[in-house]
């Protein structure tokens, strides 16, 4: 049974990792396309309601290059915090992967991938690209977004509910500082290990 399946895990492995670009680029192309569509009808500052006060379109060019709710940080952050961003969505996969591979991975865990994933290179793409973020969702009085923020939003809330649903299912005890302590070196060591492995074999 061994020998059969090492062979088949490179290819859920690589199945996944068509899935996981497929579905990403699909997120990152809905995000483009709605600014393009929102930058090409709409004056800055002008705002269409949609449900009354509830929900509108209102285009507002965001230079601050900082998301929905984020409070308006210096200038000097903006570079770290992209780089941030971009080491996020290089690692989402190989996190991903690790995670499955503990054989505790839901349905929700998947959904964290792509939405956080999709999200990311969604407003990385305007950093890099565009002199502002064009942010056009407003739910009531709130700072508007744009759909790369929501797909953020959505995978963050199941990211949330995969680490519920784990901890309801293992219930961890309190042993000590010490022990975890050692736990979290040892799950280190080994997601350091699978990295090694993961990129010696992608390179």
Known sequence: MQVEEEPLQPQHERKDLLRWAGLTCLLVALDQVSKLIVRSTLAPGSSIPLL???????????????SWFVPVLPE????????????????AFPVYEFYKRSGRATGWAWVALIGISGGTLGNILDDLFMPYTTDFIQVFHSPSANLADLWSFVGVLALLVEVTLRWRRTRPRWQGFRYSWMKATQARREFFGFLLHYLGRKL
């Not at 009354?52 to 900082?66: A, E, H, K, M, Q």
């Not at 000097?76 to 690692?91: D, G, N, S």
């Open 52 to 66: 009354g006060d509830i929900l509108s379109v209102t285009f507002i060019p965001n230079y601050r290059g900082f």
């Open 76 to 91: 000097w952050v903006e570079p770290p915090f992209l780089l941030l961003r971009l080491l996020i969505f290089v690692m």
